[in-house]
């Protein structure tokens, strides 16, 4: 990278353009925030949930409608946990905030056996407490701060250890049709968010509950897609793009497509080849 300090401002200045048109090319094409509307968004401080309530902030002073932002932090009791970071930064910022203290560090301290990955439990119980927490400030719209990298590691973590062809949704319908979860970072990368956290100087709070877990199936997973994209570059992009141009007659799965009419007639039945002998009986 340049050390021209003129050079280094009009890169960060690209960046930062970079990643404000991609939320908002987002919250177009899927349609992710609305006029009036008050978004929950969900700070971990971990360097995605603060680049996402940073790029929101930004586009609310310049957006054509009027949101409201509310950030939230679930305080989940880690020990050594620096419950006071992120107030003293969200007062800076002059945000509306709030901080939910819910013990689930015991629970799953309790629950997963030492060396047994955590992150299941801890995504649940986390998930549950911001749900709740939304509901009781009728909050419908819940902003996460998953990004493109995030997208497609969960697509193929469901792929190779799930058998199921699936993702993570830029916006999803909570399965009580309470809440809206939207992901306005969809289309950003994770270099770039990478970047821009440390240009910006957030105050990152690691987790170390599940983060030092070396052993997670994701980190893994993550590795083999750092090396395609080093071996063959834009192989990521190609595979996000898969994700909207998916072709449900050319896959398997038989409640997509009516394999048994395709090319038959209407009253087609199963073939009496296919029909075990016991059963012509």
């Known amino acids: 990278m340049s050390r021209d300090p003129r050079k280094q401002q009009i890169n960060h200045n690209k960046l930062a353009k970079r990643l404000r048109r991609q939320v908002g090319q987002a919250i177009q094409d899927f349609n992710l925030i609305e006029a009036g509307e008050r978004i ?12 996402l309530l940073d790029i929101l902030l930004n586009l609310q002073r310049s957006a054509p409608v009027d949101f409201e932002l509310l950030a939230v932090n679930l305080d989940q009791k880690q020990p050594g946990f620096p419950a006071h970071v992120l107030p003293e930064y969200l007062e800076q910022l002059g945000v509306p905030y709030q901080i939910i203290e819910q013990d689930t560090y015991s629970v799953v301290q309790r629950v997963i056996p030492e060396g047994k990955t955590r992150c299941g439990l801890c995504s649940r119980l986390r998930r549950g407490a911001l749900y709740q927490f939304a509901k009781s400030q009728g909050i419908r719209k819940i902003a996460l701060g998953h990004h493109r990298d995030d997208i497609i590691e969960t697509l193929f973590l469901n792929l190779f250890h799930a058998g ?5 949704p830029p916006k999803l319908l909570s399965e009580d049709d309470a809440h809206v979860v939207i992901r306005p970072l969809a289309y950003c990368r994770e270099g770039d968010i990478e970047r821009y956290a440390a240009i910006r100087a957030f105050p990152i709070i690691p987790c170390t509950l599940c983060g030092s877990q070396t052993h997670l199936q994701r980190q893994a997973l993550k590795q083999m897609l750092h090396d395609w994209e080093r071996q063959h570059p834009g192989r990521l992009d190609t595979v996000f793009t898969s994700l909207q141009n998916v072709v449900p007659s050319h896959l398997a799965d038989q409640t997509l497509w009516d394999f048994q009419g395709l090319g038959g007639h209407a009253d087609t039945k199963t073939p009496s080849w296919l029909v075990p002998a016991t059963a012509k009986h």
């Open 40 to 51: 929950m968004v969900c700070l971990s401080g971990g360097k995605d949930s603060h680049t």
């Open 164 to 168: 199921k062809l699936k993702a993570m």
